[in-house]
């Protein structure tokens, strides 16, 4: 059962008389506030605030207690989160908290600091003009309340555990000894914040879905204390039936993606034929464009064989003044673009061309001026074979790279042979080697690695040299390259030979570059992705109640601390500590876990002489009791007397408020 | 707004955390046997440590010193030694372990 804030505007203020007094439970998580004599506070909100800037006009504003979403959408939360005014149980940011014409009551922690004591009371008589204050401790109220509901005994132990810490204050003849009380300072907010680290440890992917008030609620729905801590987490370690059955599940709000991977049959086929239509008009427009370039360049040739003709027919004499309407310069630059559109003709009706064997065929034709001397040559036919020299060589260099290639294709051939060869001879031996090979290529590459680490970390702390910094990182860039890419030539081309030969072969997977707990991008999300599930979580994090030291903070549990709170009891008469133990009253909100009365008799039965009697009663309502006791009690007649004024106050001096007392039976 | 907090004085108010608090109470000055804030205080809990596992929650028997993680068990260990550092570092702030760098 999650807390629920209750915040309605009063309006009845003007029918209490100011005697009535105002009865404040100033909790660590929850603020309380009534008046004396009902039975439950009329308002009660989460005691915090937030002090947001809004949006428009840029003032700022405290909004005490958490507020409808709706609202604070005017305001900027960005600059300040909630705040509490407390400071582990004890009140420090009194800023916060701000004419009131009526007694106070107000609850405290044990043994409050003084100067805490003041500001509170200066904050009551100053700002609020309240005529007297009164504190007390929230625990001690809601014992006394339980006392006089006959839960409890006049002699008993309250264990309180709060927000912020917990308590446990022996009570003798219905007054509690704060001498002996003892304190640790865990509480419902260590719990919540453990539960909420945890899960977001195990679903780092749901982050933001496990905000504080939601793990809150989550703790309050599922959180229990183990009867036996080990004995519990065997359960879920064997994964037995009983621990399945106590494992939570918490289905986060999911949609399976549209679905796609299970079209029908007519959907495919569907798909399938207008892919085929659509392939089949590209193949059209391809053939029509190609059948246009075909006729273009048919028609090409067409006209320059029909020139070719008339040039034949035309007289010796008239054959430059042809050429020159024509455009072109000679017959043989004629005949050589009929060859070039000849050979675009082939190509796009896609017959193989075999230009290259041709172009072999024909160098020592295509070069003619290459093998005559110089001086028998015209400038012009210089210029020609300075040309034709500089192609032959050029095409003699391609002829060598290409046999050189396939000299190599033999070569590797030959060597695949002999490796095969191997393996067939010996298999087992083969397979050995191959492995030993990748393990040391493996470890060579992870030694590389560690050693770009070390080398980085040298390097951070040697930073004082003269080496300036763009330098460092473009040597550190480049090592990085370097083992890049050998890792990955080396890794390549190992597991591929590998896997050929042995399928039982996995590549070592890169350590340290895996998310475990992510998840897989590889398959599609589906709803067991957004779940989270609770198994151990449910009784680990309230087990710190009982073992601080689970979440690192050096104190006793609850049960230890009884049996503290017993040593430091002073006035030992057997038959005191007896009636103590018989009556221990569990109270405050982090004592509502299920299975927290058992284990802490248990515990204290464990501390405790043999035969003593134990009782562990739970308080009647853990969190609202502490304001019922404190609003019943400032309603009977001799509360006045409690109280102080502002007068005394002034007079007195803080040393007076340091010894401030109140006394709980009337 | 600039009105509000002319320069050089501070916004708001200052308050003093507990810590200062609890200093400035000079507890020493009065009988120890009279309870304070501070003496209430449960002492370290004489019972042996509860060790369990970082990670799942088990008892953990074996403790991995390059993380400092505490675990259970071969399959809880790989997932230790395949866990960023940034993660290890989250896992042990939780019991207040963590490396804290100032």
Redesign the interface.
Known sequence: MPFISQIERQTDYRSFPSSVPIVIDNGGSYFRIGWAGESDPRVIFRNIVQRPRHKST?ETVSVVGDHDTTLLKYFDCTRSGPRSAF??N?V????IMEYVDHPVLITE????????RCRMAELLFESYGVPSVAFGVDAAFSYTYNQRLGVCDKEGLAVCSGFNTS?VIPFVEGEPV??A?????VGGYHVTD?MK??LS?KYPQHMAKLTWEKVEDLKMEHGYIAQD??SE??L??NETKEAEEKTRCWQLPFTPPPVEEQPSEEEIARKAAIKERQGQRLREMAEAKRASRINELENELRGLDFLLRQLENVNEDDVPAFLLSTGYLSKQEIESSVAKVNQSLRKTKREQVELEEKAEAATAEKFPLVDIPDNMLTPDQLKEKKKQIFLKTTAEGRQRARQKRAEEELQREKQNQLEEEKRLENPEMYLEKLRTKYKELSEKVEQKKLLKTNGNNTNGNSTSGGVGRGERMNAAKKERMRLLTTAAFDRGKDSRQVKDIDPTFTPKPD??L???ADVPRARPLTKEDFQIIMG??RF?CPEILF???????????LD??VG?SMRRFSPKGQGLEEKLTSSILLTGGSSQFPGLSERLEAGVRMIRPCGTPIRVIRANDPIFDAWRGGSSYAASLHFPEQTFTKMDYEEKGEDWLRRYKFRYTL | ?YEKYPKGQSR??H????KQ??Q??NYQNYPP?????MN????????P??R?CDI????AQYYDPRTKLRY?NAEVFK?V????DD?VQ??LA????AVVLK
């Open positions: 840029g400071d582990n004890v420090y940011q009194f800023e922690c044990p043994c409050n600091p003084v100067s805490s308590h704060f001498e009380c003892c304190r640790s300072n453990y680290q945890l440890l801590y080990a987490v065997k879920f370690q350590s340290g895996c998310q475990p151990v979580e680990r073992s601080p030291n689970i979440v690192g903070i050096d104190q006793s549990g230890e601390m503290i | 707004m708001g108010r308050w003093k955390h507990l608090i609890l400035a109470e046997d009279e309870p304070n804030y209430i205080e449960a002492p370290p809990s004489m019972h440590p509860k369990i799942t929650g088990y008892e259970a997932l030694r395949s866990l960023p993660y989250r896992y939780l019991r207040n372990a």
